[in-house]
């Protein structure tokens, strides 16, 4: 059974940083691909970041140069590290993991999903 848990979440003033965590369990973080989803009220759910299983990373044009997404294997976690945030990128957060070993952005492509964690920015 796999579980992913979000945390890291907050409130913050635009341009301000935070790191989101995704600890998983009942699955090997860097045996597969990954990603970072994000939702805002009433809009649809959109790719923010992904990696694959050799470390490759890709990124929607909105968080490329202001997002990093990260791994650590050993502490089986998820990071999306959001700089210089803006109202727009207020949302909830997730992180999914697929089956399948690369990176995508399309939310399809993914099986498990963690809770969420909300980002809100004033």
């Known amino acids: 059974h796999v579980q992913l848990v979000e945390s890291g979440g907050g409130s913050v003033q635009a341009g301000g940083s935070l790191k989101l965590s995704c600890v998983v369990s009942g699955y090997r973080v860097g045996t597969a691909g990954m990603g970072w989803f994000r939702q805002a009220p009433g809009k649809e759910r959109e790719g923010v970041a992904a990696i694959d299983s050799r470390g490759g990373t890709a990124y929607a044009d909105s968080a490329t140069g202001r997002s990093t997404i990260s791994r650590d294997n050993a502490k089986n976690t998820l990071y999306l590290q959001l700089n210089n945030l803006a109202p727009e990128d207020a949302a909830t957060y997730y992180c999914?993991?697929?089956?399948?070993?690369?990176?995508?952005?399309?939310?399809?492509?993914?099986?498990?999903w963690g809770q969420g964690t909300q980002v809100t920015v004033s």
């Open positions: 999914a993991a697929r089956s399948g070993s690369g990176c995508s952005l399309n939310q399809h492509d993914f099986s498990s």
